[in-house]
């Protein structure tokens, strides 16, 4: 009896008696348990499962906020950005004209119609009053260009910088030669940058600058200057990196290309017209004409003057004679 369970069920019909065997019973009792384990676990592994879906819920909230915000500041950004374009443009705009203005970039009105010049009409006197009056020619002989005009690394500072004028680098004491017909208009040291240097006002609105010469200079503001007087020597002043000439050809606010003017001869004496375009050639060589015009005719009277007199003389001599 000991190894058997019985299992007495009463109703109303009576009393049964089921006996069970211990084995039986022992199975019943690991079942129970089993049950009693797997209700327990799956219970915990839901309510697990419930924390972690909560959890993940919490974050994908939080990714969320964190989306629309990065949205907002990337939208602000462009808006920034937009922005910030458009001041950009407004400013090129801004400096293209200044660029302009001062010479630094092409006109828009290239190859404008008034530029044409009636080239045949033009007389070899014509020709040379023009080379004589308007900057030409090397500003110095024996020296060799050594950095060109426009955009390039400053050798002092390092950094981009627009270079206005044409370097001859050369041995110092050469002497620097008027390029054209004119007036100094300043003669002595310049702090800026350029040392010993002297300007010289040509006709027509031209004018030439001749940098970091040596404190030999010699003319002074007032002077008149016939093409090819030497004005000074080849120095290292100011803020120069060895002896060289720094050579300018400004036309009234612009600041020309030298080379044209230094290549410029009589035997390519059209070029220039087609190569500097900020200069109003047309009505240039116009006025230049008409001053030899005038001068020609000046001359012409003089000398009817001349004769003229010279007739008189001779005849009041004639009837004194008689
Ligand atoms: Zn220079």
Sequence with gaps: MKNKLTITVSDINGTKHYEVHQAVKKFIIYFLLFIVLVVGGSFYLINFLMNEVETLEKKKELIAKEEAKLKEEKRILQEEIAKKTEEF???????????????????????????????????????????NSIPQGFPVRGAHITSGFGWRIHPIFHTRKFHHGLDFGGRTGLPIRATADGIVTSAGFNRGGYGYVV???????FETIYGHMTSNIKVKVGDFVKKGDIIGYLGNTGRSTGPHLHYEVRFIDRILNPINFVRWSIINFDEIFKKEDRVPWRSLVEAIKHQQDLFLRLQQAAHKQKGKASRQKQRSSHQARK
Excluded: A, T
């Design 199 to 205: 300007k010289v006002m040509h006709n027509f609105g």
């Design 89 to 131: 443009e407004n400013i090129r705009d801004k400096v293209e004209d200044i660029e302009e203005l001062i010479g630094l970039k092409p006109s828009k009105d290239k190859g404008n119609i008034e530029q044409r010049i009636d080239l045949i009409k033009i007389s070899s006197n014509e020709r040379k009053l023009i080379l």
